[in-house]
């Protein structure tokens, strides 16, 4: 009766051995399928790493790309649209003020449009208010031109902001102190933009605009060298129409000087006898 009970005791342990032998093959099955604890977090870190650089690398590279489209963008309109002046004197106050920035219209006269009499234009005076032609040599001037093509520094010396009086086949005459200007025989009313205590003109000259030019005048005439001091020189002060930039449209700078430059109406009566026919 007393061997029974050691051998089921004895199957006993040996089940328990085999139970625990299985559970610890299990386990290390399971070991060798999964990382150790300190390999997978180096794995995560080093992706964690990668992701954060990828985005950065990203981000700079859209921003350099977005900064040259914007560029290239502005450019492309300065050249061919719209550009950006900074006005260096006094001679066009007070509709124009020293330092204002203004926007000339580069379209204005293209597909048939000629300037008219009364618009301020924007002009390149190399020729005929300026002898000899300027341009920008080494890196400083270089700079100078490209923050003058945005409009960021005043324009160079070969820049003129004026307005018209006189285009192709006009007379303009002027008696001087105290007299007004006239334009074919009519005398025109400009105390609308002339700065205040000017005269019209203080020099006395009579003049027919020769065809495809134009008679220019500072609206602070007492201020502005202009048509008038060109007088006899060879050109005789007409600013050739191929040479204008465009219209000037707008004072965008600074905020308390906003305004559009329109075409007063003084010039309206002056009727259609210059070579460009009616005024509009």
Sequence with gaps: MSAVPRVVGDAAAEAAEGTEAAEAAEAAAKADECPEDGAEEDVAGDDGEEDAEEPGRSRSRDLLLLVGICLLSLLLVNAFVARPFAVPSASMENTLRTGD????????????????RGDVVVFDGTGTFRKGPTK????????????????????????????????????????????????????VDESSYLAPGDEPSNVAFDVVVPPGTLW???????????????????????????????????????????????????????GGTGGHGDQR
């Design 216 to 270: 220019v005048m500072g609206d602070h005439r007492s201020a502005s060298r202009d048509s008038r001091d060109h007088l006899g020189e060879p050109g005789g002060g007409f600013v050739p129409e191929d040479k204008v930039v465009g219209r000037a449209e707008w004072v965008v700078f600074p905020v308390g000087h906003w305004s559009s430059l329109d075409r007063p109406e003084a010039f309206a009566a002056t």
């Design 101 to 116: 920035r203004l926007v000339a219209n580069k379209l204005a006269y293209s597909f048939g449009s000629r300037p008219q």
């Design 136 to 187: 920008p040599t080494g890196f400083w001037d270089g700079l100078r031109s490209f923050g003058q093509d945005l409009g960021l520094v005043p324009a160079g010396d070969s820049i003129y902001v004026k307005r018209v009086i006189g285009v192709g086949g006009d007379r303009v005459t002027s008696t001087g102190p105290g007299g007004r200007i006239t334009v074919n025989g009519v005398p």
